[in-house]
């Protein structure tokens, strides 16, 4: 037979429940674990009439009805306070939302230049590759852009006849030492020595040469390079990341190969080509094994770490995308050809 206590017990327990079901708030919640599981909650007093029982076993029976009643007083609290968080959170993102859609007022004027699409969606694929994006400055030290590329002082293009240096004086460079970038490889090194393998990036930027406008050349153009650093990476892994950019950018009927060349920077160092449907290939752009010099001067231990790298134009790649003969007419503003794509 139970005891009075423990029909009191049953009691506070019940009363608990129904006020930690019927809180709305957190505050309100709070005060119900007080008022029944705190120093002078409800259950607690009961504890001091444990000692007035008569016998153990009447003892016993109100021991486990007391702790039973806790137990159930306190996960009921616990999933409460669970659901008033919630809904707490949710009412306050909702409070806080913005509506961030833009609306276009009129007819929709202008779209991005060819090259710029070329960028975007070169980017689309890199990242649906499993790459991410690196920037880096346009104006360059002859550090990053020649010396830790393994590009010697006696290289061709680190004399003004290739190069736009700038008049920069200043105490970060040395005169005749601060240039535009002749490429995107310096945001390789950059990267290197600023986060921990492995590495899987792509770097698209503007650069810079002095070349003389033609058909396919301008001195103001865009390239895209891809860094991976990682251990045990192989030629292998290049051929195949170049076959699967290949068809992710161009088309399932599109092939690759690479073709032996040099590089100072790489070593082995290829030409990649394409294949079109029709059967005949272009020079897309060269690529090879991370020199183990630039690995040093990113930083990295050449006996631990491997990696390749490739770059090609984007202003090419639109090109060939769009059949477009002279590489000039991207830049004419000529409505008539704008409008095309």
């Known amino acids: 037979m139970d005891s009075p206590l423990s029909a009191d017990v049953a009691a506070a327990r019940d009363a608990g429940l129904t006020r930690v079901a019927a809180s709305v708030t957190l505050d309100e919640l709070a ?38 009643a806790t137990q159930a007083v306190t996960e009921a609290l616990t999933v409460r306070r669970e659901e008033l968080r919630r809904a707490a959170r949710a009412a306050q993102l909702e409070a806080e939302r913005l509506d961030l859609t833009e609306e276009l007022v009129g007819p929709r004027r202008g779209h991005a230049h060819l090259v710029t699409q070329a960028w975007h969606r070169l980017e689309d694929v890199f990242i649906g590759l499993g790459f991410q994006i690196a920037e880096g400055p346009e104006v360059e030290t002859d550090f990053y852009n020649f010396e830790a590329l393994n590009m010697p002082r006696s290289h061709p293009a680190r ?38 393998p492995p590495i899987y990036m792509v770097m698209p930027g503007r650069v810079f040469r002095r070349d003389t406008p033609d058909a396919t050349h301008m001195p103001v153009f865009h390239q895209i390079e891809g860094l991976v650093i990682d251990r045990g990476i192989t030629m292998a892994h290049l051929a195949g990341t170049i076959d699967a950019f290949t068809k992710a950018f161009f088309g399932g009927a599109f092939t690759s190969r690479l073709r032996p060349n040099y590089f100072p920077f790489t070593e082995p160092s290829a030409e990649f080509d394409i294949q079109r449907p029709d059967g005949s290939w272009i ?54 050809f704008i409008e095309q794509f």
Not at 40 to 63: N, Q, Y
Not at 291 to 301: C, K, Q, S, T
């Open 31 to 68: 005060a119900v674990d007080a008022e029944v599981l705190g120093k002078k909650g409800s259950l607690v007093v009961l504890k001091t009439r444990l000692g007035s029982l008569g016998t153990v076993d009447e003892k016993k029976a109100a021991g486990q009805a007391l702790h039973a």
């Open 159 to 196: 004399s003004g006849f290739d190069t736009l240096f700038t008049d920069y004086h200043g105490p970060l460079a040395e005169e005749g030492t601060v240039l535009l970038r002749t490429h995107t490889s310096p945001v390789q090194i950059r990267v290197m020595q600023t986060i921990e």
């Open 283 to 336: 020079e897309l752009g060269g690529c090879g094994m991370v020199h183990p010099n630039v690995l040093r001067a990113g930083g990295l231990d050449p006996e631990e770490w491997s990696g390749f790298a490739f770059g090609f134009g984007i202003d090419r790649m639109a090109r060939e995308r769009h059949g477009i003969d002279d590489i000039r007419d991207m830049y004419s503003n000529d409505i008539r």
